[in-house]
């Protein structure tokens, strides 16, 4: 058997819920009304499905709002135009089916129906459960729902009630097909817990068919919380207040059953009955009016004053607020190092055969990034499990499943390291891609050493003084005798062959960095040398040959001998006194610092500080679909985020005509996230404000590290050694 790392306990957080979906009617459609209504009774779930109208001027943004919140996965067309749906599923990001086309495959088909949820819609106890005429009035289908029972058990289903106002009573307590469909349904997470825990009684008083008042009551239904205490929402015919011997102790039944009491007690709402209307419909209820237009809270349900009401009050706080559908619960995961698998333990019982969507969150997840290729990766060992793909649904890993699956009731997921995750993102956005050679290069050495070491002060200046120039310089050199007559790129491949030719620069800690004192420059050598990036010796000038030669320090004799020509001589000492340590850079650092290596890992460095959990490549050549061949300085996953990025040694090259803008380009044909943009030095505002402008455009988060972040002791030590300097030349002047 084979053997895998354990990494360890977790809790993972299993939500279930039905897919649900929003329904699109023409423009003043009852009979569309009817329709969605009955398609969403025989959904689990399907009193929190919003209904729609198309009409040529509702209002978009309030209209995006609710499919926000109520966050379906599909839009169906019932009878509306079908452009006009086809242009809405597009504006919503989501995908359209016709009502009569419910039944083919799609994330919509993954709900149950409402009695594999609830016992009381089949069985001895329906005959106490009421559901609507088809063709009565409007009002009561929106109230009850039009609920087809199977053949076989539709005498033990929902009853028609024999009179409609047996429905008042039933919306307070939940007697109606609609309110059982929603058995086991609910939210777990929500934005805010406080502000809606009290909410008034919602009284609609509409005519039988007013379609905008009934859509209100509806999708305001479909909205509000549906965990305890509920707000109650009822509506009744505008005839209600005076024909109905039970009006008022219907809306006192609500309250009671809210158990809450607020200011007002009762909001009452309508377009198509006047106020005055209202206010005789709630002196037939037996209330008070209230002064107060905004609701406040703290009086006992049990308190004997009269109710008090309120006439037209946005309660729109009820509803529109964001939260995590689906009723949850935590169970135990233990991971491997590859496939792990549990018993998944769901939060509603619901009778086979089911279906529904599974939404997973929690620790094993966190610092992954949101992709659908990660989505697969996690559950490519789950392909029995599951009838579509796995997605995001925010941070959470959504899956549509079947139940019972196969080998119910395991599970195996397969949590990704990042260093797995960030070659298959690359597989994803590129036809093919590689490290390209700075990549390589910093790749070894960040497995090698430890690269935060570049974050200390002075480390990045010294190893850059002790470049050896090659590439640059030779580059400078060849177009100064023969200008204008070799291309870049065939240049640094000359570069690359002939430069390293040259010895390697040694200095000392005196020498290295000027304006800066050997005892703020030591450290960072020393530093550099712990990770064996700098090799300590001793400088030997020999007076036979002439050449100038580097001693490593374990190579030192007791007698100093020239390695080139074998003639006696002695070591190099500061000032003629003691012998001076020399430092230089190992020579793979030295080939890393001259191409650029060194940038790239000080922004790796500084990322992963900020996010350890992280994983980055400094430098990749990547070919898209198109055949165009790019590279890109640094690409990974950052706060479980997809980032990509520049990084330059100083910030003037970003003020290269266009060079902003086709950064950014990249990063976005890589279908990153963030698009970092870094240099050694400060990164001047405009560049940045246009860099953000951008990413805007790119739809991209922009990152900005440059000096302050990179080297964020510098300005601090800079200011002290002026001041020293400043010190130091105040004394010299009074002495003189």
């Not at 009050?313 to 529109?320: A, E, F, I, K, Y």
């Not at 400088?539 to 580097?550: A, I, N």
């Not at 020579?587 to 900020?610: E, P, Q, S, Y």
């Amino acid at each position: 058997m084979e053997h895998q790392e354990y990494l360890g306990h977790h809790l993972i957080e299993v939500a279930l819920l039905p897919a649900r979906v929003v329904y699109l009617i023409a423009e003043g459609s009852t009979s569309g009304f009817r329709a969605a209504v009955h398609a969403a009774t025989q959904r689990w779930g399907g009193m929190t499905e919003p209904i729609i109208e198309a009409s040529t001027d509702f209002d978009a943004v309030a209209t995006e709002e609710l499919i926000r919140v109520a966050d379906v996965q599909a839009l169906v067309n019932v009878n509306a135009d079908p452009g006009r749906a086809q242009e809405l599923a597009d504006s919503w990001s989501l995908p359209l089916v016709a009502l009569d086309a419910m039944g083919s495959t799609g994330i919509w088909q993954f709900t149950s129906s409402p009695d594999a949820a609830c016992h009381n819609l089949i069985g001895p106890a329906s005959d106490t459960c009421f559901r609507a005429d088809p063709e009565g009035p409007l009002w009561a289908v929106a109230v009850a729902g039009i609920y087809d029972a199977p053949d076989e058990v539709a005498h033990h289903s929902p009853v028609l009630p024999a009179q409609d106002t047996l429905l008042g009573a039933a919306q307070s307590t939940g007697a109606t097909a609609l309110q059982q469909g929603m058995a086991g349904f609910q939210e777990h997470r929500r934005s805010s817990q406080s502000l809606h825990d009290e909410l008034p009684i919602v009284v609609v008083i509409a005519r039988p068919d007013s379609l905008p008042d009934i859509l209100w009551f509806w999708n305001a239904r479909a909205l509000r919380l549906h965990i305890h205490p509920e707000m109650p929402l009822l509506l009744f015919p505008d005839d209600a207040p005076k024909n109905w011997i039970n009006f008022a102790r219907d809306i006192r039944l609500a309250q009671v059953h809210s158990g809450l009491r607020v200011q007002p007690d009762v909001v009452f709402i309508s377009q198509s009955v006047a106020e005055d209307e209202l206010q005789e419909a709630a002196r037939q209820a037996g209330l008070v009016a209230s002064f107060d237009r905004e609701l406040s809270h703290g009086r006992p349900a049990e308190t004997p004053e009269p109710l008090t009401y309120a006439i037209n009050l946005d309660v729109s706080s009820g509803w529109l607020f964001a939260r995590r559908w689906g009723a949850m619960k935590r169970i135990g995961f233990h991971q491997f190092a590859g496939p792990s698998r549990f018993d998944m333990k769901l939060p509603v019982n619901l009778r086979p055969p089911a279906a529904g969507l599974l939404r997973l969150a929690g620790e094993p997840f966190h610092g992954l990034p949101r992709h659908p290729v990660v989505a697969r990766m996690i559950t490519e060992q789950s392909r029995g499990q599951i009838r579509l793909p796995a997605s995001w649904h925010g941070d959470q890993l959504q899956m549509p499943v079947l139940l019972p699956w196969l080998d119910w009731p395991r599970l195996t997921l397969t949590i990704p390291k990042l260093a797995e995750v960030v070659p298959r993102l690359l597989d994803e956005a590129t036809n093919r891609f590689e490290l390209s050679t700075p990549g390589k290069i910093g790749v070894t050495i960040a497995q090698q050493s430890d690269i935060g070491t570049l974050l200390d002060l002075l480390v990045v200046e010294s190893l850059t003084a002790l470049k050896t120039e090659r590439t640059e310089h030779f580059i400078k050199a060849l177009d100064h005798r023969i200008p204008g007559r070799i291309p870049l790129n065939e240049a640094k491949e000359l570069a690359r062959e002939f430069g390293g030719r040259m010895d390697r620069k040694f200095r000392s800690a005196t020498n290295a960095l000027n304006n800066w004192r050997p005892q703020q420059v030591t450290p960072a050598l020393e530093r550099a040398c712990e990770q064996r990036w700098v090799e300590r010796g001793l400088g030997l000038d020999c007076e036979q040959c002439k050449l100038h030669s580097f001693i490593p320090l374990q190579a030192s004799t007791s007698q100093a001998v020239c390695p080139a020509c074998s003639a006696p001589d002695r070591y190099g000492r500061d000032n003629g006194k003691s012998v001076e340590i020399m430092y230089r850079l190992n020579g793979f650092i030295d080939r890393a610092v001259d191409h650029g290596v060194l940038t790239h890992l000080l922004v790796v460095a500084a990322l992963k500080k900020r996010a350890p959990d992280s994983h980055f490549l400094p430098g990749v050549d990547v070919v898209f679909d198109d055949g165009d061949t790019k590279e890109v300085d640094i690409f990974g996953v950052y706060e479980g985020k997809v980032l990509a990025g520049e990084a330059k040694v100083s910030a003037t090259e970003f003020a290269n005509e266009g060079q902003i803008r086709r950064d950014i380009e990249l990063s976005r044909r890589l279908k990153a996230d963030v698009h970092v943009m870094a240099a050694i030095d400060v990164i001047p505002g405009p560049l940045v404000e246009e860099a953000r402008e951008h990413c805007g455009v790119a739809g991209l988060e922009l990152l900005v590290l440059h000096e302050p972040d990179l080297r964020p002791r510098l300005a601090e030590a800079r200011t002290e050694r002026d001041r020293q300097a400043e010190h130091q030349a105040r004394a010299q002047q009074r002495r003189r």
